[in-house]
């Protein structure tokens, strides 16, 4: 697109491992994984890397998604030693730091790149984000960090019409209800149907003058490659025709097909293939790039492979996927 290398930004932190249970999938080993993959993709794809430790969210970029009360609940339970918030769900002491900086991150990440500082930011963070709502954590999720970056793009005037994409293998109904009646705001998700939590059919479409606005797309067990990258194909084209200001990820691996959590066969390819994709579609509406958070993906091996190839599939763009294509600018 120019003369200058492209620049890759990480946002992360080590205070995020403070957030552990042991035994849990969601270990802080997951981050190192991440990080490395992004340095390769980084590298495959002639990028300048910088890596900077995000600012804690403060509580007005919280509140802006969560309610107040929810929020002093949370921070109760971080000062009085932690505790189970359901099966699946944790907050340990420090967690809340940890759950600030995410979101931190993530806001960061949206910034860096609608400032045009940098063409991909990936917040390599958790705890992950896309099951929290306005006043329930859920999934391994206290903060929902991918909606509270949006929602800070507008407050800084850079974006009103926002894609939220999430190609993690759960639906992220945290999502989903936070910018259900938000016509302005389009969430498109592929993920594995029955699993956890059991919502996103395609008939789940948006309330109101929202009505049209969620985009889910279901894959059965066993969906490879190619019915991911169909899928994806679809929802860019949808992705298109709202005429986003700016492009969010939620960028989740358990669909890897070497995830212990779920049922599907992507691997590396499918999300370096829909990758370019999405740069296709930044370069056409004239966007700086994208920004990506961090949601699930619990094999090491398959988070380190699969970070590197988004990084590298959003930074080389569709000539790596379609060879013919003539990108402009
Ligand atoms: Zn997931």
Same mark, same amino acid.
């Given at each position: ?65 969560? &309610? ?8 109760? @339970? ?7 918030? &359901? ?94 009646? &938000? ?75 070497? &995830? ?54 959003? @930074? ?14």
């Amino acid at each position: 697109m120019s003369a200058d290398p492209a620049r890759v930004l990480l946002l992360t932190d080590p205070a995020m491992e403070r957030h552990a249970a042991a035994g849990h999938p969601e270990r802080h080993e997951r981050l190192a994984a991440v990080a490395k993959g992004i340095e390769a993709g980084a590298a495959a794809g002639g990028a300048e890397l910088s890596v900077r430790a995000p600012q804690p969210a403060d509580d007005e970029a919280i509140t802006a998604v969560h &309610d107040q009360e929810y929020l002093e609940a949370l921070d109760q @339970l971080d000062a009085s030693g932690g505790g189970w918030i &359901d099966p699946d769900t944790y907050l340990a002491p420090g967690s809340m730091h940890a759950a600030r900086l995410a979101a931190g991150a993530a806001i960061d990440a949206a910034l860096a790149v609608a400032r045009g500082e940098v063409a991909v930011a990936f917040s390599v963070s958790r705890p992950p984000g896309h099951h929290a709502s306005a006043r329930r954590a859920a999934g391994f999720c206290l903060l929902n960090n991918v909606a509270m970056a949006a929602l800070a793009l507008r407050r800084a005037g850079h974006a009103q019409r926002i894609a939220i994409l999430d190609w993690d293998v759960h639906h992220g109904d945290g999502t989903q209800a936070i910018f259900d009646d &938000d016509p302005d705001l389009l969430y498109a998700s592929t993920h594995q149907r029955p699993l956890y939590p059991g919502t996103g059919s395609p008939e789940e479409r948006g309330q109101g003058t929202a009505a049209g606005t969620m985009h889910n797309l279901t894959l059965a067990i066993g969906a490879d490659d190619d019915a991911f990258v169909a899928a994806w194909q679809d929802l860019l084209e949808r992705v298109r025709a709202f005429d986003p200001e700016a492009i969010l990820v939620s960028a989740g691996y358990d669909g890897h097909r070497d &995830d212990p959590l779920a049922n599907l066969a992507i691997t590396e390819h499918g999300y370096r293939t829909v990758s370019a994709g999405i740069t296709a579609l930044t370069r056409e509406f004239g966007l700086h790039g994208a920004a990506l958070v961090l949601e699930g993906g619990y094999d090491l091996g398959a988070l380190e492979r699969s970070a590197a190839a988004t990084v590298e599939g959003l @930074l080389t763009g569709p000539s790596a996927a379609a060879p013919a294509s003539s990108s402009p600018g």
